[in-house]
């Protein structure tokens, strides 16, 4: 019974030592689309990640994170080595606003302000909710791509511009002092939906289109150019491939942030 005793207040005194508390901080780096206009992982065209977040730890293993991303992406047909992907000749630019919740594990014990315990890498698992907007250029004037129906949608029945995502990483918390730690992060976020750059299933009958939409939205539908050796015509036909439904779109982020510790270290009450 004592023995049984004794192990109950060293658990309760280890639980309360253990750093609790919130740290808040910002991020910025680099974002990156991976889709239909992006088949190859091609990383050569990163667009600008900013970032807040905010982390409540429940010890120095587990956490619950909060945090509000804006970031821009974009790909280009044209920069691709698929030729097919030459031929169709799509692009798009989008940007993005995103608010998410991850819990987050650390592999070893991190405590801010210790000489042994200042630095852990950490993995992390949750949700987010996506706010997007795909754009593409025709003649020098930049047009919001969803409200043009390009693949051939109803009035009324256009893809949702506010989706879900699966959002998973990990990185390296370091500390700097006893409040500040920089924070270095991977992030992927697999979206609900396909259609963050405006490509997914096949093309429309642009006549059709054209003659619901307007001419500017069959221009956008199909902006195919001939290449050698791949097409005599253009490939906009009518049911002909313009993407790929059977796999969503990604996004992922490559950044670094400042984060500031507001808790603190309380010795157990019994101890006191």
């Known amino acids: 019974m004592k023995n049984l005793l004794f192990l109950l207040f060293i658990s309760l005194a280890t639980l309360a030592t253990a750093q609790r508390g919130w740290e808040a901080g910002a991020m910025i780096g680099g974002a990156h689309y991976f889709g239909d206009l992006n088949t190859s992982v091609d990383l050569s065209s990163p667009g600008p990640m900013l970032g807040l977040v905010a982390r409540y730890n429940f010890d120095d293993r587990i956490c619950l994170k909060f945090g509000g991303n804006f970031s821009q992406v974009s790909a280009d047909d044209a920069k691709s080595e698929n030729v097919y992907e030459q031929a169709r000749n799509l692009s798009f630019r989008s940007d993005i606003m995103e608010g998410t919740a991850q819990f987050e594990f650390n592999f070893l014990p991190y405590n801010h302000g210790t000489r042994d315990e200042y630095f852990a890498p950490y993995i992390f698992a949750g949700f987010s909710v996506v706010n997007f907007n795909p754009t593409a250029e025709l003649d020098g004037t930049t047009y919001e791509l969803r ?20 959002a998973y990483g990990g990185g390296l918390k370091i500390d700097v002092n006893y409040e500040w730690s920089i924070n270095v992060e991977i992030t992927g976020r ?29 221009a956008l539908s199909d902006r195919s ?12 036909q009518p049911g002909r491939q313009r993407g790929d439904s059977k796999s969503n779109d990604q996004f992922f982020y490559l950044s670094v942030g400042m984060v500031y510790y507001f808790g603190d270290l309380k010795c157990p009450p019994l101890l006191r």
């Open 147 to 166: 409200s043009l129906g390009t693949e051939g949608q109803f009035q009324g029945e256009e893809y949702y511009s506010i989706t879900g995502a699966f």
């Open 190 to 218: 697999q979206m609900w939906t396909d259609y963050l750059d405006d490509v997914s299933t096949t093309y429309p009958d642009l006549e059709d289109l054209e003659s619901l939409r307007g001419p500017t939205s069959a």
């Open 225 to 236: 150019i001939l290449v050698e050796g791949v097409n005599s015509e253009q490939i906009g």
